[in-house]
């Protein structure tokens, strides 16, 4: 095990992650769990030779440039990582690593939450409840919209994205979907390919926004592509908030464009748009698709096995550059 290897790691994971850096490498911990700003990681990753952080710390190129050159690896805990600039990291020979597939069942659970909260209304339904707005049950009360026969529209039908269509089938959802690449037909499963994210708006009864975070899908969910949903459509989102243009969305669900939407990421998380906090047919939730026991420790447990790889002088796993 690289006992000698310098581990600068930039948040409190969790126990058994810390502990498995603690036991394996020279590590310096952050007392705080709070994101470092970039000066102060940069000062911090003095003499490591690998730096382990989450997505709140941003790699830009400039942070990359200005790192010293005794770091080789940084190992990301995220599948995500639209916070790292990998051509920068690849010109100066920095090798990033990250976890993916370990997060897929736990992210679509999420997904599934919020369809139901949404479509079910459960922000109203509890709130009734709690304060003490019910006076009984009446035969039209909090009508939500139902799951079974409705096209289910996954956008990016990466592990998640698949994780969530095999949760969809149980729900008798007729599953539809857009990537960049149409998938086998094993990996299909009978779900319906649509060459363009465009098409796939028209049959998003139910939209589950689950591709990764591009410049080009940057506010993907604009205005002009609310209009081609069916109307009433259900929007949720467990990828990464700047897909979604906030103002266009938030104007859909005022009207009832779109009957509600369930929201985990945010642009500029954890800021969210006051707007969506006022709106009832909205159910939030900050960023917890991964937020399991056994998925934050496969994640750390994974960014590890890349690192102890790395450092056997092996091909690390999950290379991203
Ligand atoms: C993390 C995520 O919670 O993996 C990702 O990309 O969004 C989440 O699983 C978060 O990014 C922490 O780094």
């Known amino acids: 095990m690289p006992q000698n290897v310098k581990l600068l790691v930039t948040r ?28 102060e990681l940069i000062d911090q990753s003095f003499g490591h030779d690998a730096i382990f952080f989450s997505s709140g710390n941003k790699f830009t190129a400039d942070v990359i440039a200005a790192l010293p050159n005794e770091v080789k690896i940084l190992a990301t805990f995220s599948v995500g990582y639209e916070h790292i600039d990998l051509s920068a990291a690849l010109k100066r020979n920095l090798v990033v690593v990250n976890t993916p597939h370990v997060l897929n069942e736990a992210t679509a659970d999420i997904a599934f939450m919020l369809m139901l909260c949404a479509s079910r209304r459960a922000r109203e339904a509890d709130k009734m409840v709690r304060n003490s707005d019910w006076h009984g049950w ?13 096209r289910l529209a996954i956008l990016g039908m990466g592990g998640i994205g698949r994780e969530v269509a095999k949760r969809a089938r149980s729900f008798g959802m007729i599953i539809h979907y857009h990537n960049r690449n149409r998938l086998p037909e094993h990996l299909e499963q009978g779900a319906i390919y649509h060459q363009s994210a465009e098409d796939l708006m028209k049959v998003a009864d ?29 929007v949720v989102n467990t990828a990464r908030g700047g897909l979604v243009h906030d103002d266009s969305l938030i104007s859909a669900l005022k009207s009832g464009r779109v009957f509600a939407a369930g929201l985990d990421v945010f642009g500029g998380e954890p800021a969210v748009n006051p707007e969506y906090l006022k709106l009832d047919n909205v159910f939030l939730s900050p960023h917890i698709g991964s937020a399991t026991f056994e998925t934050r420790d496969a994640m750390g447990f994974l960014a590890l096995d890349s690192l102890d790889a790395f450092f056997a ?8 550059a």
């Open 206 to 234: 139910f939209l589950s926004i689950n591709c990764p975070m591009t410049p080009k899908m940057k506010y993907f969910l604009n205005t002009d592509k609310i209009k081609l949903l069916p109307n009433q459509a259900i």
């Open 12 to 39: 409190q994971f969790p126990a058994n992650v810390l502990e498995r850096c603690q036991r394996d490498y020279n590590c310096t911990l952050n007392p705080n769990d709070t994101d470092w700003p970039d000066e």
């Open 138 to 150: 009446t035969p039209t009360q909090l009508l939500g919209i139902g799951m079974q026969g409705k």
């Open 313 to 320: 002088g092996k091909e690390p796993l999950n290379r991203i």
